[in-house]
């Protein structure tokens, strides 16, 4: 058979075939032309994220990709417009197509393409310094996000990423360290280049480190990002966040003296001191037995290397911040504690931990043993 008369043999089958057949034909054609222009997509997809295509990119979507627009998926769109839109050189034309690419897909089908498009519209205000914009952009795009329930995950990507940049230009540490985790969450890091996640480690540290309402920064210490600065200048970085979770004021005093190199750092040192001493006393509580957590300020000056004036001051904070509950007895110079913030362990806590268990294993067989004998007449009975 001629391979080219089959189209013309399939188009007579379909004029003569009943109206159940001819629906399927109907959804045969849809189904190979939805097919193949995914398939086109894809492949474009591909050449754009070859670096040797960027000369081409901006020509490909104005002269080809537009051309048939309607007929592709609307976060691949915006994907491949996106990317050509990079090779322009006015920053302004460049934000004037990814405006018009946005308005191209603000439907209420393809609103995930949408958040995607005004991201990295925010991303270009941000470049400008008109951050008031950048806010106001991604502050709508998280309410259209939140009523999500699936979305592809370069979408999220991109959000978080932008969002943690912004908090980044701001100085504001919490927002940063969030919202970077939930970035790094998105993607594949090992996948990202080196200097980026170089780049992230060092700057997740620092959020760690600064931010005033950050105590407890475990995810961040079993994140494979952190892996990033092994081996490198400011591997000292890494090994201090583990003795702020340790509460390791030995380690701090060896390590503090690298401060210097990061001016954000060095300037805040007092609270970084005051921060490792909260963490030193939250370590304390954690290491004894639940019964036996009534402290005295002068073992409290010792695990924490507070002046004793310092001390009832240094424990109202921790109070406050909630990473202790209890009271504080000023008269007889005492603290009971009743609960300690819960925090990721390093092996020597858990070591720790071993030998505490052995401890209550061992008093609760004596207990046991006790009541055996004391009422043993009770029990025979």
Avoid at 247 to 272: C, H, Q, T, Y
Wanted: charged letters at 30%; hydrophobic letters at 45%.
């Amino acid at each position: 058979m001629d391979w080219d008369t089959i189209p013309d043999k399939l188009e007579e089958l379909r004029g003569d075939a009943p109206d159940e057949v001819q629906e399927y034909f109907l959804q045969m054609e849809d189904y190979w032309e939805r097919k193949l222009w995914h398939e086109l997509t894809t492949t474009l997809i591909k050449y754009f994220e070859r670096p040797e295509s960027k000369p081409q990119r901006l020509v490909l979507y104005n002269t080809f990709i537009k051309s048939f627009a309607d007929k592709i998926n609307t976060l691949n769109l915006v994907t491949l417009g996106l990317k050509a839109a990079e090779q322009c050189k006015d920053m302004q034309v460049q934000l004037e197509m990814e405006e018009a690419l946005a308005k191209k897909v603000d439907g209420p089908d393809s609103q995930d393409a949408y958040v995607y498009a005004r991201v990295a519209v925010a991303s270009l205000y941000m470049k400008q310094r008109e951050f008031g914009k950048a806010r106001e952009i991604l502050d709508a795009c998280q309410r259209i996000l939140d009523t999500f329930d699936t979305v592809e995950s370069k979408v999220h990507a991109a959000f978080y990423k932008n969002n943690a940049d912004y908090y980044k230009i701001k100085f504001d540490y919490a927002a940063y360290y969030r919202n970077c985790l939930l970035y790094l969450a998105c993607v594949d890091v090992p996948s990202l280049p080196l200097e980026d996640r170089t780049e992230r480690a060092m700057d997740l540290a620092v959020a760690a480190l600064l931010a005033e309402t950050i105590y407890n920064f475990g995810e961040l210490l079993l994140h494979p990002i952190l892996d990033a600065l092994v081996n490198t200048e400011v591997a000292w970085l890494r090994d201090l966040l583990f003795a702020f979770n340790r509460g390791d004021l030995v380690a701090w005093d060896a390590l503090s003296g690298n401060l210097k190199s990061f001016k954000m750092l060095a300037e805040a040192r007092p609270f970084l001191h005051q921060k490792i001493c909260l963490a030193a006393l939250t370590e304390a509580v954690f290491r004894r037995p639940p019964h036996d957590r009534t402290m005295r300020f002068v073992d409290i000056g010792v695990e924490t290397k507070v002046k004793p004036d310092q001390i009832e001051h240094l424990i109202m904070k921790a109070l406050s911040l909630g990473l202790l509950k209890g009271t504080i007895d000023q008269v007889a110079q005492v603290a009971k504690i009743n609960w300690v913030q819960p925090k990721v362990l390093d092996m020597k806590q858990i070591e720790s931990m071993k030998v505490r268990l052995k401890e209550w294993d061992s008093n609760v067989n004596q207990l046991g043993n006790w009541i055996e004998h004391v009422g043993g007449d009770m029990w025979a009975a």
